[in-house]
């Protein structure tokens, strides 16, 4: 008899366990946040991503969810005036991760470790390792991984791949170049030879290369790309000496590569410093550049032309960034002779994060985990719910090829594409965006120094001079030593 | 007593009011400019002494790059708009045909709300998809950059602020001139003046103190530039166009370098203040 009742109580027992562990999910169950309301912070276009999961989740649960959307350029100074005031007006907040020293590394989101025991992560195994990489600060998962972020190089393949244009290029610059162009001096020349001519018959004049060149909209990135070949070796970060960290934006490499951004400005559409992101991918695709930069976000924009008055669909070819033909080695204070490419990831990718103010932090995490989850966030970054701003970050995304055929693709076209971003985001050796405490301001001045050499103000050499000096005194005010253990730390380094 | 307690407790709430959401404010950002806060990367604020002052006048360039943009901006936006305005506002003094048609389209600009302005602006200016551009263009102007030429854009960004606060100038003016008595211009007309001397030597003098008003308030307005450079350039190209309010905006809010923008805010705050004076005294000394 009292076998029997220890027997009762023990499957009593177990039946609640299972049943309290059946509750525990990072799916979204119905009516389990009723009445409650959640706040996200987004800019545009990854509204569109939050736009397209709400009614759904919000059906569900019972939830609200509040969007506030702000552009780029306010997302750092609205978000961070919500920390500092501690006000907990948003609970989850899209942001770039770039700025994870300010925003890990001041403590202002929530580590995720203990939501995600508890209700668990759809497929975390499913995760590309950089993208787990920068969702990370000090050992813990401070956010969801959303997007994956590398510039890649797009080239109008009815231009580059023309076997009229090819010889007429050889008769004048002597050699053949490659496809996709592997170097820059290659870019460079192509770009001169693409300018200023009607080369896709359409009646209208198109030019060399686009790329983003407007202040405030991320044009650093741009001249990075270029930066990464001239002043860095693949695994070796080109930012700051890690021993001593002294500011290397003023060496030659840097300094070579803002001279052939300043000279690319010659080869590109007379609009192109107003070129932020979005006017930069609507002008490529409206077909008026042979070459671009950008993210994954082309690819996509270049499958409608209904809805986003694309005309290059299926003329795009992709390839990884373009390397250089020599390279400084600022530890030896020289040039190396010999091509040289490096894969960056730049901005490294937007994330969710929940605020530690967020008077909700279970709702946010399992709306985050609802949208994120592999077969829902193949959808926003495939193409089906259209330009959102999202590039693939899973394994799956790379693999389930009849969803992006789905979302406009030609399978061609995709799987070239997906294969460009999947060996850089797989490259061991890519350098990972600056993440120390500061980031934003490092950046800002870059930016600004940057706008005066594309505007002609200001000589290449003179501007990595002023970026240096504004270098220094952000160390500074940070802590020298403080930022070069967290630079130390961003690179893999060990501590002194 | 009981009378005086009853007179302070009515000033009261206006008292606490005004401490809390003027005094308060004012001495927080004054102790805050002797400090040195990072906010963004919740470092703790350190005494700096007068550090962040020195900074700004002998280690920060931007901040003399500004300060130069801004006087500039204001000198002649407020010339350019004052003229225009007198002149507005005497040939709708007149009788002539539309004339309150014409008053009500010349306020249209002012009622805008200046970032809506800003980004109309922007729109129309384009370079790919702008209209303004697009007429230019046809017009055999298509090698000119409105908003990249770093030597251009302020000029542009200047234009627009005439565009938008000519108005201003006028409709005070306009008030100005409709007050003044009939009488005046009858003398002058019956002692044989001309329609320039009677402009001359009636209406510019009595217009003259309204018009100190005017400059004075319309520099203080423009001093504190800001929305129209948010939305056209960014403070760009380069630092072409970058406000001081702008650039104290960027270190507070995009730096959070929040001890060195309060002393930045009280350098901007004494300038205004040294405009201020000697716009005021030279009203005194017309009226």
């Known amino acids: 008899m009292r076998k029997l009742l220890w027997c009762v109580v023990l499957v009593v027992l177990l039946v609640v366990a299972s049943a309290l562990a059946a509750e525990k999910t990072w799916e979204s169950q119905p009516g389990e946040f009723k009445g409650q309301t959640i706040t996200v912070l987004i800019t545009d276009p990854h509204s569109a991503v939050v736009e397209s999961w709400k009614p759904e989740w919000e059906a569900l649960t019972g939830a609200k969810v509040e969007m506030v959307v702000v552009p780029y350029a306010s997302l750092y100074d609205k978000m961070m005036t919500d920390f500092i005031t501690g006000t907990g007006a948003y609970d989850l907040i899209c942001w770039p991760s770039t700025w994870a020293g300010d925003v890990m590394g001041g403590g202002w989101v929530l580590p995720l470790e203990d939501l995600m025991e508890e209700y668990g992560y759809p497929d975390w195994d499913d995760v590309v390792p950089a993208i787990k990489l920068i969702v990370s600060w000090g050992g813990k998962v401070y956010a969801l991984p959303y997007d994956g972020d590398c510039h890649m190089l797009y080239y109008r393949k009815d231009a580059l791949e023309n076997p009229d244009y090819r010889a007429k290029f050889k008769e004048k610059y002597g050699y053949e170049y490659n496809i996709p162009p592997k170097s820059w001096e290659e870019i460079m020349d192509i770009s001169e030879f693409f300018t200023g001519w009607d080369w896709d018959n359409d009646g209208e004049t198109e030019y060399g290369i686009a790329f983003i060149a407007q202040r405030k909209t991320q044009a650093m990135w741009s001249y990075l790309d270029i930066a990464m070949q001239y002043a860095a070796q693949p695994g070796v970060a080109p930012f700051f000496d890690p021993d001593t960290m002294e500011p290397q934006v003023n060496n030659p490499g840097w300094v070579e590569a803002m001279d052939v951004i300043q000279k690319l400005t010659k080869f590109a559409p007379p609009g192109l410093l107003s070129y932020g992101y979005s006017e930069l991918r609507q002008a490529f695709v409206s077909g008026n550049s042979a070459i671009a930069l950008d993210w994954g976000d082309i690819g996509i924009l270049e499958q409608s032309p209904e809805k986003y008055g694309s005309k290059v669909k299926g003329l795009l070819g992709y390839g990884p960034l373009p390397g250089s033909m020599k390279t400084y080695d600022f530890k030896a204070k020289r040039w190396i002779e010999g091509y040289n490419q490096v894969n960056f990831l730049n901005f490294g990718g937007w994330v969710f994060s929940i605020s530690k103010f967020s008077k909700n932090p279970v709702p946010a995490y399992k709306f985050a985990t609802y949208f994120t989850a592999p077969e829902r966030s193949l959808l926003d970054v495939c193409g089906i719910h259209g330009y959102t701003g999202a590039n693939p970050w899973r394994f799956s995304h790379f693999k389930n090829i009849d969803k992006w055929v789905e979302g406009g693709w030609g399978k061609d076209s995709v799987t070239k594409y997906l294969e460009t971003i999947q060996t850089i985001l797989s490259d061991p050796k890519a350098i990972t965006d600056l993440r120390i405490p500061g980031a934003a301001e490092y950046y800002d001045y870059l930016d600004l120094y940057l706008a005066e050499v594309l505007s002609g103000t200001k000589a290449p050499k003179d501007a990595c001079d002023a970026i240096y000096a504004e270098w220094v005194k952000i160390t500074e005010t940070h802590g020298k030593e403080k930022q070069k253990a967290l630079y130390r730390e961003s690179l893999g380094l060990p501590a002194e | ?287």
């Open chain 2, 1 to 287: 007593m009981r009378k005086e307690a009853t007179k302070f407790g009515f000033l009261l709430p206006g008292l606490l009011y005004l401490m809390a959401m003027a005094v308060f404010p004012l001495i927080w950002s004054l102790t805050l400019s002797f400090h040195r806060w990072k906010a963004a990367t919740a470092a703790p604020r350190v005494f700096v002494g007068i550090e962040n002052f020195l900074n700004i006048f002998s280690r920060d360039p931007r901040f003399w790059n500004s300060l130069r943009f801004t006087v500039l901006y204001v000198a002649i936006v407020v010339s350019v708009e004052l003229s225009l305005g007198l002149l507005l506002a005497y040939i709708l003094n007149e009788r002539i045909r539309f004339r309150n048609f014409f008053r009500v389209l010349f306020l249209l600009p002012m009622a805008a709300p200046p970032i809506a302005v800003a980004f109309m602006w922007r729109m129309l200016l384009n370079p790919d998809a702008g209209i303004v551009v697009k007429i230019l263009n046809s017009m055999g102007l298509n090698m000119v950059r409105w908003l990249t030429d770093a030597r251009l854009t302020p000029f542009v960004l200047m234009a627009v602020d005439i565009w938008e606060w000519t108005p201003f100038m006028f409709l005070g003016l306009l008030a100005a001139m409709q007050s003044f008595p009939v009488s005046l211009y009858d003398a002058a007309q019956v002692d044989g003046a001309s329609r320039l001397q009677i402009f001359w030597f009636v209406t510019f003098p009595l217009l003259l103190p309204i018009m100190v008003t005017l400059v004075l308030l319309r520099a203080i307005d423009a001093f504190k530039l800001f929305e129209l450079v948010f939305g056209i350039t960014g403070g760009g190209p380069g630092t072409s166009t970058e406000s001081l309010s702008y650039y104290t905006y960027t270190v507070g809010f995009q730096y959070f370098d929040l001890g060195y923008a309060c002393a930045l805010s009280w350098v901007f705050l004494v300038i205004v203040l040294i405009m201020a004076n000697f716009l005021l005294k030279r009203l005194r000394k017309e009226v």
